[in-house]
Each structure stands twice: as C-alpha cells, then as structure tokens.
C-alpha cells in the first residue's frame, strides 16, 4: 500500500501570508491530484499534475510535481478565509488494485 | 454541485447490524468508487465498479461488499458492524476507469 504523508499536519495563518503545504511518498504515481474539502462535503478536484517537474497555476494557487513523481507541493499566495479547508493530495497507483490513496490532509484556517 | 448524490446523509446503527448506503452517479459515468474516511484522517479506498463488476479493492474485510446498477446508482453494503466503522463513507463516480472523479457529499454514519 502507497503511503501519502502530508505536512504540515495543520496550519493557521493570518490573510495575506503565503504558505506551503507538502505531499511526500516513497512510491512513484502516475499522477497526484489535490482536493479541497469543506465541513460535511466531499473533495472537491482542485488540479491533477501528470508529469514529473510540472507547475500548475491556479489563480493564487501553485501546485508542483515532482521530478521523480514521488512528491508534490501546494504554495498558495495572499491566502484569503475563503481558503481555509482540508487540503488533500491523492496519487494514482502504477500498479496494484488500489486506485486513489489520498493523504492523511492538512487542515487550514486563514484568520481574518 | 457535483450532480453524485448519497443516501442518507447521516445514520446511526447499533453494533453488530447492516447497513447499505446508496450512491446516484452522473449519467454516463461508469465507474464508481467508495472510500472510508474516519475523522481527521484522509479517505482510505474501499472498492471500485466498473460496469457492475468489481474492478479493484482496498484492504477491507469481506463484510464491506458492494453493487453497481444498470442506472448509475451503487451501494455499499457493511456487514456486522463494528465501532471502528464509525466514519464519513464517500462514493465518487467518473466517466471512466482513469479519468477525474467527482465526490458525493458523503454519509455520516456512526456505530454505537
């Protein structure tokens, strides 16, 4: 089983700062997506990276794969209270029965 | 809005018992995936269907089983339930094996 070990674990900030959150795995994936999810919801799809070293820009939103597929990050820039939620990576197994394993998520609070 | 609707939202069993939660796709979409995630932690893959037939499954014991219909609804189906399967249960649906999936709301559902 692929494990996804995200960091930090929970992060509160003020609006306006910038952060960084990280996705790490000793396994390669085909691909890794990453979910916000809110209170009572389920993931919402934010981006899926596919190739090694790409950079995806979502408005404020940065997200990076790595070169050798095995880790991502997620910068976010002027983060704002609308940011705040459980941000989730998911990698995509090359092999094996399991489709998505998904990280064990980091919660963020954006304080107004 | 990601037209994947999940029935009933929340629920509680008493140790022991059955359940069977229930998952309405999107038209069109042929697989359908159901994941367990327990409080603070990120979803852990239960199984995937591929027209009505099992095409993968996580590390869950045999009491966890599942359908896919002709109309694009699924359920899952939790066999003498145990307090650990206390969890928010997900089923997400996509139009193919490998392509974005789109998550329902979710079922609370609580063993006590």
């Known amino acids: 089983t692929q494990l996804l070990e995200q960091s930090p674990q929970f992060l509160s900030i003020q609006e306006g700062e910038n952060l960084t959150v990280y996705c790490n795995s000793s396994?390669?994936?085909?691909?890794l997506q990453w979910y916000r999810q809110e209170p009572g919801e389920g993931p919402v799809l934010l981006v899926t990276v596919v190739t090694g070293g790409e950079v995806k820009k979502l408005k404020r939103l940065t997200f990076q794969f790595g070169d050798a597929r095995k880790d991502s990050s997620l910068h976010i820039t002027a983060a704002q209270p609308g940011d705040t939620g459980l941000y989730l990576c998911a990698g995509e197994a090359i092999f094996g029965n399991e489709k998505l394993t998904f990280g064990t998520g980091t919660r963020l609070t954006i304080i107004p | 809005e990601t037209g994947v609707t999940q029935s009933p939202t929340h629920l509680i069993k008493t140790r022991g018992q059955q359940v069977t939660l229930r998952c309405s796709s999107q038209s069109g979409h042929n697989t359908v995936s159901w994941y367990q995630q327990a409080l603070g932690q990120g979803p852990q893959f239960i199984f995937q269907y591929y027209r009505e037939e099992e095409n993968g499954r996580g590390n869950f014991p045999p009491r966890f089983s599942g359908l896919q219909f002709p109309n694009y609804s699924s359920e899952l189906n939790v066999n003498a339930l145990e307090l650990d399967d206390s969890a928010l249960y997900l089923c997400a649906s996509s139009p193919d094996k490998n392509t974005e999936a789109f998550f329902g709301q979710g079922t609370r559902l609580t063993v006590v």
């Open positions: 396994s390669v994936f085909s691909s």
